[in-house]
Structure formats: structure tokens, C-alpha cells
């Protein structure tokens, strides 16, 4: 009789544990997850139903084509501090690896807008992307920028290109310190020949910087091969202003540098490069009228 008593205990006992079991079951299930993200049409919500409930691949194709144009906004973005020889084409192609991997890792169920969880990472593929591509340290693309800020920020205060004095003091170091820093960047600096410049003393005027190289084609010092084209070119030289005169002769016949003549004349070496490619060009057009 007592065994008997015990038996229906033990049964309810173990359809207990089984409910209790089932729906802690339950509970840990939970509600299905979240897979449209707060703030978007009915149209684009089935879009990302489909791709983040079934991983449909026409999905993400659909999601990467309508979030494009985020690509393009963040890329402008960046292009704003770079040179102009990087092509916003390419920071395009970078970024869309990161809108990809936004798409991928994104979680509609914290509440939170694609569009604000995309674009740090958009941002972040493009200059990952550009850093994987610079050989520069970047060691001395901080250098670089920070005396491309000094020089900006003494010019708006200056009224005027600042002397080397005050870039250094600026910057808090030696002229010495200054001159390495600069070597450094200019070993490392890539720049395309057809590119302007500012140059003058209220950097007004404009030259491409194919301008500024010394021309090798035309070399009077070893271009003359009879006593006849050198008296026209001894005439020629004699038509230029005192200051042409002055570069052309120290230029080619002694040998010197553009820093070097414009220490002599008192006057930027860009000043000396715009002189002495005004010069060549009236010999140059001066000689072919003979010829």
C-alpha cells in the first residue's frame, strides 16, 4: 500500500520537472529576431526581411545598390583633406567593401539607423585602404601636416608667407629641425607635373609645376655648334631684361641653383623660376625667327 501511495507522487513529480523544462525552453527562445531596421519604408523593410531572415543574395544586392549613394557622400567627405591625385573614384570602390561588411554585421534589433552604424565603418574602409597603400610613415605624414597647418595658420595672421624663423618657432623647434623635417617630406612627396601651385608674394599667381624644373632641352652652353648661332644667341641674350639676364647667365653659365640666384637677387626661388622660364621662352622664340 505504501508503494502504491508513492507512485502517482513520483509520475506528478516528473511532468513537473518536464513543464518546467519545456518552458524554460520557451523562455530562452524568445520572440523571433528583429530583421528590419527602425525608419525605413514598407518596400525596403521586405528588402531587409529577406536578407537578414533568409540571407537572400538578390537582398543584398538590392541593399548594396540602394545604400550607394552613402558610399559616394562619405567618400567626397575624405577626398576633401587628400591631394588631388587621389581619385574619388577610388575611394568609392574602397568604401564599398565597408558598406558590404556594415550590411553584414548589422543588427536590426538594437534600434539603431543603417545609415549611422555605415558610415564610421565606410569611412574606415577607405582609410584603411589608403594607409595599406601609403609607404609614407606615418610618422611623417603627421610631420607634414602639422606644418602645412603652422604655415596656414601664420598666414591668416601674417597677412603674408611666413620666413622659416617664424615656421619653426611656430612649430616649437630649431631652423635645423625644420630643414630635416622638410627633407624627409620631400623625399617621400609625390606630386603630378601638370599641377598648380601659388606662388608671388601675395600667392596670387598660379605656375604647374613642370615650369618650376630646369629645361635640359635648351642648353646654351652646349647647344652651339658655330660661331654664327653663337653671336645670335650672345644678341639674343642682350634683349632680355637686366634681372633675365642675371638668371640665364648664373643659371647656365655658372652653374648655380634657382635657391641660390634668388638668395642673390633678393627674391623667392619660384619668383627665379617664373623668370627664368620667361626668358628661355623669348630666346626660344627670338632663335626660331632666325632660323
Request: hydrophobic share 40%; with cysteine; charged share 25%.
Amino acid at each position: 500500500m505504501a508503494t502504491t501511495k508513492k507512485a502517482p507522487a513520483k509520475v506528478a513529480t516528473k511532468v513537473a520537472t518536464k513543464t518546467a523544462t519545456k518552458t524554460k525552453v520557451q523562455a530562452k527562445a524568445g520572440p523571433a529576431p528583429i530583421t528590419i531596421p527602425p525608419h525605413v519604408d514598407d518596400e525596403l523593410g521586405e528588402v531587409w526581411h529577406a536578407f537578414k531572415g533568409s540571407a537572400a543574395i538578390s537582398a543584398r544586392e538590392k541593399l548594396i545598390l540602394h545604400y550607394a549613394p552613402l558610399v559616394k557622400y562619405v567618400a567626397s567627405r575624405v577626398a576633401t583633406g587628400l591631394p588631388a591625385s587621389v581619385e574619388q573614384a577610388d575611394l568609392v570602390s574602397y568604401g564599398m567593401f565597408g558598406l558590404i561588411d556594415a550590411l553584414e554585421k548589422f543588427e536590426p534589433g538594437r534600434g539603431n539607423k543603417f545609415e549611422t552604424y555605415a558610415i564610421p565603418r565606410i569611412k574606415g574602409a577607405i582609410i584603411d585602404e589608403l594607409r595599406a597603400m601609403d609607404w609614407v610613415p606615418r610618422s611623417v605624414r603627421f610631420k607634414q601636416r602639422e606644418i602645412e597647418k603652422a604655415l596656414a595658420d601664420l598666414e591668416s595672421m601674417l597677412k603674408r608667407q611666413p620666413t622659416e624663423s617664424e615656421l619653426a618657432g611656430r612649430l616649437g623647434i630649431s631652423r635645423t629641425e625644420l630643414h630635416q623635417v622638410v627633407t624627409q617630406i620631400s623625399f617621400v612627396s609625390v606630386l603630378a607635373l601638370d599641377e598648380t601651385v601659388n606662388v608671388g608674394q601675395d600667392r596670387g599667381e598660379t605656375v604647374s609645376l613642370i615650369d618650376t624644373l630646369a629645361d635640359k632641352a635648351f642648353d646654351p652652353s652646349t647647344g652651339v655648334e658655330s660661331q654664327e648661332t653663337r653671336g645670335l644667341l650672345a644678341a639674343a641674350i642682350n634683349s632680355l631684361s637686366e634681372r633675365e639676364k642675371i638668371v640665364v647667365t648664373l643659371y647656365y653659365f655658372e652653374g648655380l641653383t634657382l635657391a641660390e640666384i634668388g638668395e642673390i637677387l633678393g627674391v623667392t626661388e619660384s619668383r627665379v623660376c617664373q623668370i627664368h622660364t620667361k626668358a628661355v621662352g623669348v630666346l626660344r622664340g627670338q632663335l626660331s625667327e632666325v632660323d
